[in-house]
């Protein structure tokens, strides 16, 4: 039935709306989420190791992994928790310059992502290389605090934020697709935001 008169008050949409998956909203602030306690990592103990299964190829101390190119990225993130904050600022190494300085291409199609609170996360090695993701040690140009995953932490922007593993220590090339802490606990194994990939359940 049409009445005369009547308008939708929908608005068309805008560059913030096309920016922002589904489900998702804006948030302003930086919201701190973790599976448990903060570890507090001193640079002076921090340790990155590179392994292929339980072999290390390459470990890197702070100062060494500091030398490393340092890039920087600007990126939309998105919380599986359904916020988004836009224009995020990072600085890092990206796992490109990683593999190159350890001198190896990726030897299998998955990693795991360590951190010193012993949380893993599973993703796909072309998930993290091509400029896709990196290794930050910087947000907003001062070193990430703890709560937020300092003093090393993965970013993997493209994908939910439980990919982008806090207090990093290490990236382990795996045989197959292993499911890390929140994979093992019901979330999806790979978690595309723009498909809404949360659950194990989702498609």
């Known amino acids: 039935m049409a009445t005369r008169g009547f308008f939708s008050s929908r608005k068309p949409p805008t560059e913030t709306d096309a920016r922002i998956p589904p489900g998702q909203y804006l948030e302003q602030g930086f919201?701190?989420?973790s599976a448990g306690p903060t570890p507090r990592v001193r640079t002076k103990d921090w340790s990155f190791t590179l392994k292929h299964g339980p072999r290390p190829?390459?470990?890197?101390?702070?100062?060494?992994?500091n030398a490393l190119p340092l890039t920087k990225m600007t990126r939309d993130i998105?919380?599986?928790?359904?916020?988004?904050?836009?224009?995020?600022a990072w600085q890092g190494v990206?796992?490109?310059?990683?593999?190159?300085?350890?001198?190896?291409?990726?030897?299998?199609?998955?990693?795991?992502?360590?951190?010193?609170?012993?949380?893993?996360t599973n993703?796909?090695?072309?998930?993290l290389t091509t400029g896709k993701a990196m290794v930050a040690l910087l947000h907003d140009g001062k070193p990430i605090t703890p709560d937020h995953g300092g003093p090393a932490r993965l970013l993997v922007p493209h994908l939910y934020f439980w990919k982008s593993a806090k207090?990093?220590?290490?990236?382990?090339f795996t045989e197959r697709d292993e499911p890390g802490f929140?994979?093992?606990?019901?979330?999806?194994?790979?978690?595309d935001p723009w498909r809404e990939q949360r659950y194990t359940s989702d498609p």
Do not use: S
């Not at 929140?182 to 978690?191: A, K, N, P, T």
């Open 57 to 65: 190829i390459k470990k890197w101390n702070w100062a060494e992994f």
């Open 78 to 88: 998105h919380c599986v928790t359904a916020w988004t904050k836009f224009d995020t």
């Open 182 to 191: 929140w994979e093992l606990r019901g979330y999806h194994i790979y978690g």
């Open 94 to 120: 990206l796992v490109d310059d990683i593999l190159a300085d350890a001198g190896i291409e990726a030897p299998t199609g998955f990693l795991l992502a360590h951190g010193y609170d012993g949380y893993t």
């Open 123 to 127: 993703v796909p090695a072309k998930d």
């Open 167 to 172: 207090w990093l220590n290490g990236l382990q």
């Open 31 to 33: 919201p701190v989420l």
